[in-house]
């Protein structure tokens, strides 16, 4: 029987292409849509809002919930985190996990059906935006387990962006969709929310090249290094500047939120080192946000750097740990590297 051209492709009809194409293994495959089906559970409590008693902070009354990144936790980090760990208990494609949320990776049990990938996330970004309802997302990355290793440690997280074999997010704004690439390419899905599933609805995204939009925070201007001072500063001098354009601003303060905004429209996004942050590296984490964001940008043909390398090439020393994010638009990537060559 030969598929209708105008029947929408599933994520599960796009992933099994993908198999049969030999781009993807089961095992992966079915990871995948583990992942999907955890985060249409996010986006049903993240839609509810106040109805369904997820807003605020986590803790008890007095006492603030502290993650091992120093951040006082919401409540829908903590259902997340849960959420993601349930939904990959039983999934049997894993070796193990890792989070934003938890101290240190967690070890599939021989208790629990096991695979040989090791599963990333940032169960839920953006999450200063929660209680104002400004959209916020899901961040995964997927490495394989080092072979015989039966319990992997944090140690063997340990591997650079290069290596990952799958990464996406999903954004829970106005529609709920899921970014994805395997490394070949970077596709979106918009979820259905009739029938529950989420449908290929852009194939192939393609950063433009040039931007003249960029996206940072600004407050925190006067503590960042010369290189990016003097980077904005030509930015913001516009077309009378050396760039000799207008540039328009963006910060949402979600990076899901920007990244998506920029793998559809183009633009820049960074976060560079600040006085504030530059003693733990930067505040955005390697791992299970700055990887995974530079595969999906260079997958849909972007740049992503920590200003003096490409950001998947960084050969991590830590589970959480932070760097520099300079991604989006390749020239404009290139133009902010190319000032940090010039002003360090
Ligand atoms: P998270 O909510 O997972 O801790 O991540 C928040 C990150 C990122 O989403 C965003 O780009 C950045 O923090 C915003 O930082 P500022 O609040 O300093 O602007
Ligand atoms: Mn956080
Ligand atoms: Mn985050
Ligand atoms: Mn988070």
Redesign the pocket.
């Known amino acids: 029987m030969s598929p209708n051209p105008a029947t929408p492709v599933s994520l599960t009809r796009h992933l099994l292409e993908e198999q049969r194409a030999g781009r993807i293994n089961a095992d992966l495959r079915l990871l995948i849509e583990v992942v999907a089906r955890a985060c249409k559970s996010i986006s049903i409590a993240v839609g509810k809002g106040a109805l369904g008693g997820v807003l605020g902070d986590a803790g008890t009354a007095g006492e603030a919930s502290i993650n091992i990144?120093g951040?006082a936790q919401k409540k829908l980090?903590v259902l997340s985190n849960e959420i993601l760990m349930e939904a990959n208990a039983w999934g049997g494609h894993l070796a193990g996990l890792a989070s934003?949320e938890m101290d240190h990776s967690v070890p599939i049990s021989d208790a629990q059906p096991r695979g040989n990938y090791l599963l990333l996330f940032?169960p839920?970004?953006?999450?200063?935006n929660i209680d104002v309802n400004i959209s916020?997302g899901t961040i995964f990355s997927v490495l394989r387990c080092p072979d015989g290793i039966g319990q992997p440690g944090d140690e063997h997280y340990l591997q650079p962006g290069t290596d990952q074999v799958a990464a996406g997010y999903c954004t829970y704004g106005p529609s709920t969709m899921l970014v994805l690439t395997i490394g070949h390419g970077t596709h979106a899905f918009t979820l259905d929310r009739e029938i529950g599933s989420f449908v290929l609805t852009q194939r192939g995204m393609a950063i433009p090249e040039d931007t003249k939009e960029f996206a940072v925070?600004m407050s925190?201007q006067r503590f960042w290094e010369a290189p990016m001072q003097a980077y904005v500063g030509d930015l913001l001098a516009g077309k009378e500047g050396p760039r000799g354009k207008d540039f328009n601003m963006r910060?949402?303060?979600?990076?899901?939120a920007?990244v998506h905004r920029i793998l559809t429209r183009g633009g820049i996004f960074s976060?560079p080192l600040d006085s504030k942050c530059a003693a733990k590296g930067g505040?955005?984490r390697l791992m299970y946000?700055a990887n995974p964001m530079a595969f999906l940008v260079e997958q849909a043909g972007g740049a992503a750097s920590t200003g003096r390398q490409r950001m998947l090439e960084v050969q991590p020393t830590g589970l959480h740990q932070r760097v520099p994010v300079f991604l989006g638009s390749r020239t404009e990537v290139e133009a902010a590297v190319k000032y940090h060559a010039e002003h360090d």
Do not use: F, H, R
């Open positions: 990144q951040e980090d934003e940032d839920l970004d953006g999450s200063s916020v925070n925190n910060w949402v303060a979600s990076m899901v920007d976060y505040k955005l946000e």
